[in-house]
Each structure stands twice: as C-alpha cells, then as structure tokens.
C-alpha cells in the first residue's frame, strides 16, 4: 500500500498554487499528504522512481476597466486577467529509503492580462487601462530534499527555488512587462519547511508548511516571501481501505494490493504572500493572504496510476489591491511511480 501512497504524491506536484502571485510557489514531488495541495513526509524507498503531472487553472475576480482606472487614481498600478493556468511536470528518487529528492518544472500561462497607469504631463493627469495581452512560458524550476524522521511521522524539507524561467516577455506595445507578470523570476530562492503525518484508523491527517525566502531577480525586483501552511483529511475506499492503519505499522512491514481503489480528501491551506520591492522601494499595495478549502477525489488504479481532481474555493482572502481576489482553482493531476 505505500507505493499506492506515493502514486498519491506523485500526482502533487505542486504545492498550493500561488492565490497571489504569477508565479508558482514551493513545490514538492513525491509527497501528497492526503489531498492535493499539502505534503506528507513519506519518502520513496531507495532507488524508486515516481513521475507527474499537474495543472492548475485560478479563476480571479474581474474587475472592470473602470475599477483599474479608480486604482490607477490612487497610483496602485493594479492588474487582471482572464485566468491563471500552471502546467507542471516533474520526477522523484529515492536516494535512500529515508531521503528524497524531487524536481519540478512549471509551464506559466495567462490570457487577457490589463493593468491601470497613472501618468501626468503637461499639467495634465491622466488613468488608463492597458492591456499587455498573453504571457507563457516556462517558469522557474524548483529542487527540494526531503528527509524523513521519528519513524516516518516527520519530514524536514530544504530546497531552492532557480531562475530558469523567461524574464523578457513583452506586452502588446512591445514593452518588457514587469517581472511579476514574467514566466520566470531570474531569482535564487531558498526554500525550508516540514511535512507530519498521523494515522486515525479510519482516516489519516497530514499537515506541511513550507517557507520561500524571496531573493532579487529579473529587473532589480524582489518578489514577496511567500509562507504555505495546510492540513488533509483523507479516507480510501475500496480494497485496501484501511491503509491508513497499515502504514503506521511502518514501511516495511506492508504487502503490496494490485486493487483499484478510490481516496476522498479534504483540504485548509493558509497561503501569505509578502510585498514585493522594485529598486529597492517598496509596493505597499501588493502582496495578501488567503484561506482555502480544496476538497477532492483520487482514483488509484490496479496498474499503480493516480488520477486526482479537485475543487479550490477562497473561504477568506485579504488581497491587496495590486492583485485582484480569488474566485475558484481547479486542480488535476497524474502521477506513476517506478
């Protein structure tokens, strides 16, 4: 059963996509917790590999033209688009059965992208809405190490965030957008958190929170840190269901099920973003928080495949206004192990 539970964290592959920002946040392979968005601590057993996919879609709140025009007054140059989408593809190995180590590399693309200006020449003011068009590309890729401990209740993580992704794509005027709207941040992230898991009997709770220290990139800008918390309730169905169980008697001592079988899960994930810096000055309108409640169902395969969907809903969210709110996230994903 735990290749079967590790099929489930190979589909995560990414950790909480960002409720703020353009860019996705830390990210861990190999490690599901449960549902979909927070880690647990298993690790892969030595020389395994496991392989996924994931793609989110966040649907922001729209705001008009006039709404952007009426923040460009106040000099907030405030952005929207018709949505967020972040396709990504990634791998797992064990190094040892207590050490793994995953890779990330996400696709970043947004259609629709306006933003207000506010400008003064000439004695004369002016707000106007621009739109700057579509932005895709590769995005930056992520490498973490996580290390299990206290028998595989407990997982610390470390990784670093690269800059792999573009920097220079260019609005419909031909300008260079901004780095917050870039594919990729041209930055060196650090990335540090822990992952705990803890059997019910009839469910199993996870909880992860991960920490991305956000250094200077592309453009002298320095995007805020981010902070990624949350807690899964899961529960499988089928043969196998009381695995939950099962694994707590440790690693080792499990047999393998060939048997389809279904997990239904719950998640809370607290998501806090910084504000960001550009030349040194700081924007006081960007950066937010937001809570989410992402329930979801996974199908887990005779053929040892996780096929995951899920449903992201804001149950909170305080989002500066450079940023617009949250309507809903969708989240499938795909994952193997080897």
Request: charged share 15%; glycine share 14%.
């Amino acid at each position: 059963m735990y290749l079967t539970r590790f099929l489930c964290g190979a589909a995560a592959l990414v950790f909480a996509a960002p409720a703020l920002a353009d860019h996705t946040g830390p990210t861990g392979v190999g490690s599901s917790g449960g549902g979909i968005d927070v880690l647990g601590p298993d690790t892969l057993e030595a020389g395994r590999l496991a392989l996924g996919q994931q793609t989110t879609v966040t649907l922001p709140q729209d705001r008009s033209d006039a709404e952007l025009e009426a923040l460009a007054a106040q000099h907030i140059h405030a952005h929207n688009s018709d949505y967020t989408l972040g396709a990504a593809v990634g791998a797992a190995y064990g190094v040892t059965d207590r050490l793994t180590i995953s890779v990330q590399v996400p696709y970043i693309r947004r259609d629709g992208l306006r933003e207000g200006e506010h400008s003064h020449s000439g004695g004369v003011t002016t707000n106007e809405v621009f739109p700057l068009g579509s932005v895709s590309g590769f995005g930056d890729m992520s490498l973490l190490a996580k290390y299990s401990l206290a028998g595989g209740a407990l997982a610390l993580i470390g990784g670093i965030k690269m800059p792999t992704g573009g920097t220079h794509s260019h609005a419909l005027s031909g300008e260079r957008l901004e780095t917050e709207h870039q594919p990729g941040t041209g930055s060196w992230d650090p990335i540090a958190g822990a992952a705990l898991g803890v059997p019910l009997g009839w469910a199993k709770l996870d909880a992860s929170v991960l920490y991305q220290l956000a250094r200077t990139g592309a453009q002298a800008t320095r995007l805020g840190d981010r902070l990624q918390a949350g807690a899964a309730l899961s529960h499988r169905f089928g043969p196998g269901e009381h695995h939950h169980d099962e694994e707590s008697k440790g690693r080792h001592e499990h047999q393998e099920h060939h048997h389809p079988s279904w997990d239904l899960f719950t998640s809370a994930t607290i998501e806090w973003e910084g504000r960001q810096t550009i030349a040194g000055a700081v924007e006081a309108q960007s950066g937010g928080t937001a809570l989410w409640l992402t329930p979801g169902v996974r199908y887990n395969s005779a053929a040892e495949i996780a096929l995951a969907a899920a449903v992201g809903v804001p149950l909170w969210q305080d989002v500066r206004p450079s940023h617009p709110e949250n309507r809903v996230r969708l989240i499938v994903s795909l994952g193997k192990a080897f």
